[in-house]
């Protein structure tokens, strides 16, 4: 008898015991807190019975985990005997806040017992109302946020920097330019590269006119007649200048010219020292210039 | 007189030196271990070395600090505060501070409280009580309270401390699953267990000798000193259709005289 007592089998069969009973406690803490049965009483009782056979430590150890987790349980299991009062029931809540919230509920649930949003939808600003009726729960203090003015104090100049890097002459990115103007194929970049060989063309036909008589930047791209026409000119001009086709100077009197640069001079890519400038033009300051300098025709014909 | 302050256990040496190596945290210990609350005499010696002006600039800094950081419901750090705000107006740092309650009090109704006086947190709560039952005006609110109000409100009326399982299928019950994406939380258990946490709502501390895992939620030192227990009561009664009295545990609970925890006082510390 006792012999068979000892085997390994049977102080296999003990320890596996005692984990089953610590795993039910796990498992159904839900079931055995509920004060409607008393499931962990007989958990109890199947540990007792179990701890007559205990013999080594290794089960005793299993039997003093079980006696923690069952402890445990028990505490919380009394914690919920309230002597006095109403209690609160969770699902109740639920329901009831459910409704508050304006839970719309599905007609067709045959179970009448299920609650829960699963069986309804909740309306948009459910949970506003919900934290609308529950800010005056809150001694919060009221977030602290400046109130912005009408004026925006932050500097314009980055801006200017990042026109003045798109600027930066990159063969690539300029030939982006025309294409994402036109928003078209390849037609009209030849079209772009047609137009800028046009205005060289009157270029060098002004220059040699005249080679002494310095053009005015200005009078040449200016059309009249034209705002939109003018803005072309002075953007199919830039193309020259970058290309070392053409150049701008100041003259005497500080006013922008601009002249072909003679065969011979002309310079591929880089190698001369660039400058860089921003010519802008708004309508006001083509009439203004329009004036000025008294431009009745445009020297750039249109096609 | 300087008191000894215990020295904290970090390798890097004494805690007077510049410690530049070392984690965070260990750090921000030794910041504020370095900052010894200096005496009356040494706050008087240090005003009589500065102009009004100074003094006042000092606070009116403080006082941004304490409203910029509030907007996200973040404690302040008592040691953050000195490192970045106070710096070497630290000499003289009660007296700023109680200059900066005074503004809070009377020029935005607020009031500075020290929700944990042993790692020196503060919190800005407001002065005057929330009216009782629904407000008249509606402005729009972070839902996110919403789902706050309700886990307070079931830990408060289970008692204080809630397992977090049953949080968790109120929730789903609500239409809040943690599992599952929500249209309007997002990550509703990180919410729960990170935002709130953090702003020191919620407590989320582990239950030991638990398999799996399993966490316990309670109230939060800032739900401590700005939650209104009798509030939470009268709508639990609104929703019932019951009197907040019937729950009579939690009325007690909700209406005892206020401790050293509840009451509020802006600190000195």
């Not at chain 1, 150890?61 to 919920?80: F, I, M, R, Y």
């Not at chain 1, 729960?137 to 925006?152: L, Q, T």
């Not at chain 2, 409280?113 to 790692?119: A, G, L």
């Amino acid at each position: 008898m006792q012999h068979k007592e000892d085997s390994p089998g049977t102080r296999r069969e003990i320890r596996s015991k005692y984990r089953e009973l610590i795993l039910s406690v796990q498992k159904n803490r839900e079931d055995m807190l509920s004060a409607s049965n008393n499931k962990l009483t007989e958990v109890l009782e199947k540990a007792n019975k179990l701890f007559q056979d205990v013999r080594q430590p290794r089960e005793a150890a299993l039997d003093a985990q079980l006696l923690v987790v069952t402890t445990d349980l028990g505490n919380e299991k009394a914690s919920q005997l309230s002597a006095e009062g109403a209690s609160f029931d969770s699902v109740a809540f639920t329901e009831h806040l459910l409704s508050y919230m304006g839970l719309k509920r599905l007609t067709n649930g045959e179970d009448g017992q299920q609650n829960g949003a699963a069986f309804g939808y909740l309306p948009q600003d459910a949970w506003q109302k919900v934290a609308q009726r529950a800010e005056n729960c809150f001694r919060a203090a009221p977030s602290f946020h400046y109130m912005m003015g009408s004026f925006h104090a932050e500097p314009p100049s980055p801006k200017q920097r990042i026109e003045r890097q798109r600027k930066a002459p990159t063969k690539e990115v300029k030939r982006m330019m025309p294409t994402q103007l036109k928003k078209m194929g390849d037609s009209h970049q030849e079209a772009t590269e047609k137009e800028v060989e046009r205005i060289l063309g009157y270029l060098k036909k002004y220059y040699q006119d005249d080679p002494t008589s310095p053009i005015f930047y200005y009078e040449f791209v200016i059309d009249p007649n034209s705002f939109s026409r003018t803005v072309e000119n002075i953007f199919h001009t830039s193309f020259l200048i970058r290309d070392g086709l053409a150049r701008m100077y100041l003259n005497s009197d500080r006013l922008p010219c601009i002249a072909p640069v003679e065969e011979g001079e002309v310079e591929a890519g880089g190698s001369s020292i660039r400058k860089q400038c921003i010519v802008s033009i708004s309508p006001k300051l083509w009439k203004e210039i329009k004036e000025a300098y008294d431009i009745r025709n445009e020297l750039i014909q249109p096609e | 007189m300087m008191s000894h302050r215990k020295k904290p256990s970090n390798a890097h040496g004494s805690s007077q030196s510049t410690s530049n190596a070392g984690p965070t945290a260990t750090q921000e210990e030794e910041d504020d271990a370095t900052f010894t609350q200096p005496s009356t005499m040494q706050v008087q010696k240090g005003l009589e070395k500065l102009t009004p002006a100074q003094v006042d600039q000092k606070t009116a800094e403080v006082v941004q600090y304490f409203l910029v950081k509030d907007q996200k419901k973040i404690p302040i750090r008592r040691a953050d505060l000195v490192k970045h705000v106070v710096k070497e107006y630290r000499n003289i740092y009660p007296e700023i501070m109680k200059r900066a309650a005074r503004t809070f009090d009377q020029v935005f109704g607020l009031k500075m409280v020290e929700i944990d006086p042993k790692n020196h947190l503060y919190i800005l709560i407001n002065k005057l009580e929330p009216v009782t039952g629904a407000s008249p005006i509606t402005n729009p609110t972070n839902p996110k309270l919403g789902l706050l109000f309700v886990i307070l409100s079931v830990i408060f009326m289970k008692g204080g401390v809630v397992r977090e399982s049953v949080v968790w299928k109120i929730l789903k019950n609500l239409g809040v699953d943690i599992g599952e994406k929500h249209e309007e939380f997002g990550d509703s258990k990180k919410v729960v267990i990170e935002e709130f946490v953090r702003q020191r709502y919620l407590e989320y501390v582990r239950i030991p000798h638990t398999e799996p895992v399993e966490h316990q939620f309670r109230w939060g030192q800032r739900a401590e000193v700005e939650v209104s227990k009798p509030n939470i009561l009268l709508f639990m009664g609104a929703l019932h259709g019951q009197e907040p009295q019937s729950w009579s545990q939690q009325y007690q609970e909700a209406h005892r005289a206020p401790n050293s925890s509840q009451s509020g006082t802006s600190s000195q510390r």
